[in-house]
């Protein structure tokens, strides 16, 4: 049967006042007839194990799904379950996303490594590129052609570093919702200064990271308020920037000089576990990328 739910939340008197209602079906009831219901509501903390518990005890399909998990529910479930078996083993959730990081890496090696390799090549080509730029750089038509002979000749492909960006996207977005609507990762503590790794990282560059006593967010909006591991992410997306070949067009390569600030200014204000997911993942495709054009330049 459909129930019509409403639930409403104000403030009253400084106290928070909750109200919650619900409309079901119509019984009719005969002449002398009785008809008894049993309704069940629960208040408190939307934990996914209590809830999946409640569900199977009292047979309430998807009880869980209380969790606003978003569309993205198939990712955002498995790592949040993850991230709670890997906490369980490091007792840090910070911990546990550096881990789950590793893992995910594992699962998209072969096509990160299959990309990253492609790029390689894309970079030794620079050379041959600067060079018919140089020589068709105002016939833009002619320049096109010359470039499309020689990436098939050379078997290379320009868009061949976009698939590491477009994989880990989703997966981006599945952890900043994991990080946002659970109750466990409330005030779950990393290392250091990070005491909440579902609120912004509390450093700002305005006071010096501390070393002047005055709290910036107080005149400053969050955007301003740039903290270390924003920073980490945006020098980490700098230096890997640097192993990519230069996109051949002018314009689009100064697009791309700037990315690195613009995702640093915009990452302050996002939950601190998701920067620093994001900063290890740039170190370890760093890494990779570094070992395999290594390869690659010895051939």
Not at 126 to 150: H, V
Not at 165 to 176: D, E, K, M, N, T
Not at 211 to 240: K, R
Request: hydrophobic share 50%; charged share 15%; proline share 7%.
């Amino acid at each position: 049967a459909k129930v019509k739910t409403n639930f409403i939340h104000r403030l009253s008197n400084n106290q928070d006042k909750y109200q919650a209602d619900f409309l079901g079906s119509r019984f009719d009831i005969a002449p002398g007839a009785t008809v008894n219901t049993t309704s069940h509501l629960f208040a408190g903390a939307k934990e996914l194990s209590l809830l999946q518990e409640y569900g199977e005890k009292l047979n309430i399909p998807l009880f869980d799904r209380a969790i606003d998990f978003g569309w993205l529910y198939f990712l955002t479930e498995p790592i949040f379950k993850a991230l709670i078996y890997l906490n369980k083993l490091v007792n840090n959730y910070g911990l546990a996303i550096l881990l789950l990081t590793v893992g995910i890496k594992l699962v998209f090696f072969p096509l990160a490594n299959k990309s990253y390799r492609a790029m390689a090549k894309m970079k030794k080509l620079q050379p041959k590129m600067l060079k018919l730029r140089e020589q068709f750089g105002e016939d833009k038509q002619r320049l096109n052609t010359e470039m499309m002979a020689l990436y098939k000749k050379e078997k290379a492909n320009p868009a061949s570093g976009c698939l590491p960006v477009i994989v880990q996207i989703p997966v981006f977005f599945a952890l900043y919702k994991v990080l946002f609507v659970t109750i466990e990762m409330r005030h779950a503590p990393f290392f250091g200064w990070i005491h909440d790794l579902s609120a912004p990282d509390p450093t700002s560059i305005l006071n010096l990271f501390g070393l002047f006593p005055w709290d910036p967010t107080t005149f400053a909006p969050d955007i301003l308020n740039i903290g270390v591991w924003p920073l980490l992410m945006g020098l980490t997306m700098f230096l890997q920037q640097k192993l990519n070949p230069q996109p051949p067009d002018p314009i689009q390569a100064k697009i791309f000089m700037f990315l690195p600030i613009m995702f640093t200014f915009m990452l302050a204000s996002f939950p601190a576990g998701l920067v620093v997911y994001w900063a290890w993942n740039n170190l370890l495709s760093i890494a990779q990328q570094w070992v395999i054009m290594k390869k690659v330049n010895k051939t």
